[in-house]
């Protein structure tokens, strides 16, 4: 079964499109062509590089949120549901301007996954720069694999996951530089170079993410009290762990080429 894939540039990174369901090339096409117009608006809409994008012009006051998109709205809400659940890790505006980025792109692909399976497309992979949605049957006898860069030695990977289902979100240093903010602290935070998640689908899994990096070396604790979410993380001097669950998705024995890395 050959997969359908497509990469396209977009909120600062590439998103590829690996699609796995057969199907007329044309209707495929289609429905490739919406998911990635809705991702170009919610760039235009959520960027906090444009100056004109709802979320740079809301920052500085030029709007309300009332005066913005009811999506916009939507994504605040849940900016505020994680800052909760994360007790102020996961924080919009930690940096002191409004930047909900550490759960636009997760919360986008998560949005383009439920179009595609909603069009008659559920067999999918959709990688937006090392933060994955993978949903149904990957056509050749085995789950989704995912291979996870070491932060130290980046032509090589620290572990490879497999999972039938779900979502599979890394954040950290050894790319961006120190780019999450302790919100508590109010400065950059440096104690984990890399920092994986994997749950059940991608919008909470990418927040859950950033925020646990924000935590430092109080994540793992936080992590393992999660249901239906693992994680696996490289401090800063190197040091490896995992929390308990975590193992179930490691693979031993691998294929030595799995389909995408983070």
Not at 68 to 73: E, I, K, S, T
Not at 126 to 151: C, E, K, S
Request: hydrophobic share 35%; with cysteine; net charge negative.
């Amino acid at each position: 079964m050959k997969p359908t894939r497509h990469a396209e540039q977009v909120m600062g990174t590439v998103v590829s499109i690996e699609i796995r369901t057969q199907g007329p090339q044309a209707e495929l096409q289609n429905s490739i062509d919406r998911v990635v117009a809705d991702l170009h608006w919610v760039d235009a809409t959520f960027s906090t590089y444009k100056p004109d994008s709802e979320i740079s012009r809301l920052d500085r006051g030029e709007l309300t949120t009332s005066d913005c998109h009811p999506l916009v709205r939507e994504v605040l809400a849940l900016c505020d549901q994680l800052h909760s659940e994360t007790g102020g890790y996961f924080d919009a505006r930690a940096g002191g301007h409004l930047d909900p980025s550490g759960l636009v792109k997760g919360w986008s692909v998560e949005r383009a996954s439920a179009q595609l399976t909603a069009d008659g497309w559920p067999d999918h992979a959709i990688d937006a720069g090392g933060d994955v949605r993978l949903r149904g049957n990957t056509g050749v006898g085995r789950p989704w694999q995912v291979a996870l860069r070491h932060p130290f030695q980046l032509d090589a990977f620290c572990a490879v996951v497999g999972l039938a289902e779900g979502a599979v979100a890394t954040s950290g240093t050894y790319e961006r530089g120190f780019h999450v903010i302790d919100p508590h602290r109010g400065r950059p935070a440096t104690a984990v170079s890399a920092l994986t998640v994997i749950g059940p689908e991608l919008t909470r899994t990418d927040a859950y993410a950033t925020a646990a990096v924000a935590m430092g070396l109080d994540a793992p604790l936080w992590l393992d009290s999660l249901v239906d979410y693992e994680a696996f993380l490289i401090d800063a001097d190197g040091n490896g762990s995992a929390t308990s669950g975590f193992d179930r998705y490691r693979l031993t024995g691998r294929d030595p080429t799995p389909r995408g890395s983070i």
